[in-house]
């Protein structure tokens, strides 16, 4: 059996890892999606790991990630990776994996009870929002009661933010629309769940500004740095990553579409001060999740 998660020995805590293969090889996306996601990211990524493999390449690099899939069934018709296969994959590997599921806001009350119960009995730590596949605003109040058994349950909510790659270059975007993905929509929540600890992932193209406005007002709000190569962050998040977030940014990489060694590659280079770098690739994580040296 392997240990548990041990915060000292790590060096870095990816908080955004995706599910790409479930354990018999069905890709998480329809094939359409899944070939403009590649697509629009380009070489270097490594393609559909099952999360077996996901576990031992962090395992290689001493880093611990969150691990997710995505449930859009109500608007693609394609089912989600079961939430509990991916639990029980960090179950095996709970050194390097931290489980998150994926809920459709469209599932209703029949999701808040599945939310509960990925909970309470298979130790999920937190939720996975993707307002453009799943088609809503993040401030819809059908999501509300979702929003409510989390808050009561004390596990993060991370919603992506910005343009997505998924359904990039195809004719009309493959359907999915941008518009859901503004990170504004998510001061309501904010207010509205102040003890929901809500991250923004990625750098929030095109609305950068709108994200560090949200995090730096509201104290329930973090910001995730995956989905981008850190040499095209806008210079307005990496000052505020500095100064004003430096307690509330958070290293991930998008993993498998950019892998965490082409991310910190480029991190490197930036002008993050020395005293800031481990709070984003470690600390505000640990802090953020409960994780206590031990």
Request: proline share 9%; hydrophobic share 40%.
């Amino acid at each position: 059996m392997t240990s548990a998660l041990d915060i000292t020995s790590l060096t870095a805590i990816d908080v955004h890892v995706h599910c790409e293969v479930s354990k018999d090889g069905r890709p998480s996306l329809p094939p359409d999606l899944l070939a403009a996601s590649e697509q629009h990211f380009g070489p270097g990524g490594q393609r559909l790991p099952q999360l077996d493999q996901v576990a031992a390449y962090y395992r290689e690099r001493r880093m611990a990630c969150v691990v997710f899939t995505v449930d859009a069934e109500s608007t693609t018709g394609y089912p989600a990776i079961a939430n509990e296969e991916v639990a029980e994959a960090a179950a095996a590997h709970p050194d390097v994996l931290i489980p998150f599921a994926s809920i459709d806001p469209a599932k209703g009350r029949t999701g808040v009870r599945a939310a509960r119960r990925l909970v309470e009995e298979h130790q999920v730590r937190g939720f996975k929002f993707h307002p453009n596949m799943q088609a809503f605003f993040p401030n819809d109040r059908k999501a509300y009661p979702l929003y409510e058994a989390l808050e009561e349950l004390g596990v993060p909510a991370l919603f992506h933010s910005g343009q997505s790659g998924i359904g990039a270059g195809l004719p009309g975007g493959g359907g999915i629309r941008l518009k859901y993905s503004n990170p504004l929509h998510l001061d309501d929540v904010a207010a509205d769940f102040p003890n929901l600890k809500i991250i923004i992932a990625h750098p929030s193209f095109p609305w950068q500004d709108e994200a560090l406005a949200v995090a730096t007002h509201k104290p329930n709000v973090w910001i995730d740095l995956s989905g981008w190569s850190p040499k095209y962050f806008p210079p307005q998040l990496v000052q505020y990553a500095n100064t004003l977030l430096r307690d509330k940014v958070l290293f991930g990489s998008d993993f498998p579409l950019i892998t965490p060694d082409r991310w910190l590659k480029d991190f490197a280079e930036l002008p993050i001060k020395d005293e800031v770098r481990p709070k984003i690739l470690k600390e505000n994580a640990a802090r953020l999740f409960g994780l206590t040296p031990h």
